[in-house]
């Protein structure tokens, strides 16, 4: 039988378990979620658990990373079902703190990261980056973990912390975990639920064309031509808008050359659907 998993709601809380664990000589493994948990998130305390002895996952909806007119009141919450799920997958404790647990009345500083957050979604989502890297930071503080895995379905998210802790000298390995994908290549994402069963056809379509992006660029097509076939393919194939298909650096975010490429890239995408918006990547 999988025993129920302990939850705590507070820092003080979390902090006095992560002590008890450390005075014991066990290393700490963190995985920060937002909830409504699928199989990518699963794996990534699966990934977690492989690498250290006890596994913290944390739920919170930060409220700092959604723009005004994004989807923060109607983000899936399930705490119940998702505590489920972390149990099974073999996590420790959930920290699942409240809004004025994490934001105290008073707190006025913000973590931003200059550079890698400010192309693709950094443009598309002002200050979504500034609220990830601020509750990022802050959680890795609380937690103290020796390594915290994040996904590398948001590739550019996981380059922003990776950032952040070499700048702040935050003493904690940054794991990324693979995409995890459904039958027809799908990234799993929890807006996915917002999908209509129209829009879940079309949705499929993304990773395909991600891919054949991909190849292209690696058979010597030049990145304008390829990101300019591949924002109108996105568009035919029944997405309403693009915000950005582009080739960039892996590391730095940055632009590459119009010209076919000459090192590692990947690409990325954002897309809207209906009234969800979808991103996905993957390099080389
Ligand atoms: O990827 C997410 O779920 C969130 O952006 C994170 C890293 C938990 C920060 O709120």
Known sequence: MIEELPIVRTVRELRARIRGWRQAGRTIGFVPTMGALHEGHLSLIRLAADRSDVVVASIFVNPTQFGPHEDYEAYPRDEARDTALLAEAGCGLLFAPTVGEMYPEGATTTVTVAAVSEPLDGQARPGHFAGVATVVTKLLNQCAPDLAVFGEKDFQQLQVIRRLVQDLDIPVEIVGGPTVRAADGLALSSRNAYLSADERVVAGQLNVL???????????????????????????????????????????????????????????????????????????
């Open 210 to 284: 991600i891919r054949m992006s991909l190849d292209r660029l690696l058979a010597g097509e030049a990145v304008q031509t390829v990101e300019a076939w591949a924002t109108a393919s996105l568009l035919s194939a029944g997405f309403n808008a693009v915000d950005y298909l582009e080739a960039r650096a892996p590391d730095t975010l940055a632009r590459l050359g119009p010209g076919p490429i000459s090192g590692p890239v990947r690409v990325l995408a954002a897309v809207r659907l209906g009234r969800t918006r979808l991103i996905d990547n993957m390099g080389a």
